[in-house]
């Protein structure tokens, strides 16, 4: 059975710091891209970060220089350090991996940032 499993969000003031981190199991791990998507309230869900297997990554626009993405394959987890956080990443944050036609997605878990 596949299973992605968000931890670490919470409530965070403007500025803090907060990392994500992503727990996949029931699937051969190292074969998938890795990403974070965000669903902000009232608002589309989009790309926030992505790791290849060839070690490339990205970032939207709006957390490059903020964010970082990393994944560890031998322990088939993904993490997200977000740093400087503004009260606009508010959101559902959510784990997914992607090979081919598989595309599986955690939970997800909630990120608030307010004073």
């Known amino acids: 059975q596949v299973q992605l499993v968000e931890t670490g969000g919470g409530l965070v003031q403007p500025g803090g710091s907060l990392t994500l981190s992503c727990a996949g199991s029931?699937?051969?791990?190292?074969?998938?891209?890795m990403s974070w998507y965000r669903h902000p309230p009232g608002k589309e869900r989009e790309l926030v970060a992505i790791s290849r297997i060839s070690g490339w990554t990205n970032y939207a626009d709006s957390v490059k220089g903020r964010f970082t993405i990393s994944r560890d394959n031998a322990k088939s987890t993904v993490s997200l350090q977000m740093n400087s956080l503004k009260p606009e990443d508010t959101a559902v944050y959510y784990c997914?991996?992607?090979?081919?036609?598989?595309?599986?997605w955690g939970q997800g878990t909630q990120v608030t940032v307010s004073s």
């Open positions: 997914n991996a992607n090979w081919l036609k598989f595309d599986y």
């Open positions: 029931g699937f051969t791990f190292g074969k998938y891209a």
